[in-house]
């Protein structure tokens, strides 16, 4: 009689359970969620162009990091402008009236499983207001980006800019990285006033 006892009264907890945990709707797994899409791509689609693509679905394509800010790649590889500055020229070097010098300093992490050949980097500057493209100082301070970056391994390099005055000290940098090793087509933006 304990026995009967006991197995119903187990039995009746077990359906007091379900009655609490069951609320009535089937769960359903959540799918995998798709790249956000605007009214006229289908960021799913196998025939979307590459533009449309990187102008629509890329995450962070469109979004400007702020300098400071940190944008990583899908192998783990990290970069962020970390500063801006105005520089003078060094002794006996000029450029044109209306210009002004500018460096950008770029912190990178090899987050990745292989080395990082940097040379498949390669940084622009645009002025952020009124437009211009910066042109490369190509001074000797510059540390260009350049050789193998270990895995694990964090480096700062630093690359000097010419920008006529006309389009302002706010910029936007570009950091382009060689698509071939990652089959991704994303060049994040960093947007600052140089100082």
Not at 27 to 37: C, D, E, L, V
Not at 167 to 184: A, M, N, T
Request: with cysteine; net charge neutral.
């Amino acid at each position: 009689m304990r026995i009967r006892i006991a197995t119903v009264v187990a039995d009746a907890a077990v359906v007091v359970l379900l009655a609490a945990c069951g609320g009535g709707t089937p769960h359903t797994p959540a799918s995998p969620k798709a790249p956000a899409a605007t009214a006229s791509v289908d960021c799913t689609s196998q025939t979307v162009s590459q533009q449309d693509w990187i102008d629509h679905c890329a995450e962070g394509a469109k979004k400007d990091l702020a300098v400071g800010q940190t944008y990583t790649w899908s192998d783990g590889v990290t970069v962020s402008v970390v500063r801006l500055e105005r520089f003078q020229p060094p002794p006996g070097k000029q450029w044109d009236p209306g210009l002004y010098a500018l460096r950008v300093y770029v912190a990178l992490k090899n987050g990745g499983q292989v080395p990082l050949d940097m040379a498949k980097l390669s940084l622009s500057v645009e002025g952020a207001t009124t437009g211009g493209r910066a042109s490369v100082s190509g001074f000797n301070e510059d540390e260009l980006l350049e050789g193998r970056l270990a895995t694990g391994i964090s480096v700062t390099k630093r690359q000097g800019f010419f920008l006529d005055e006309k389009y302002g000290f706010k910029v936007v940098i570009s950091v382009q990285r060689d698509s071939d090793q990652l089959g991704e087509f994303v060049f994040p933006k960093f947007t600052g006033t140089v100082g």
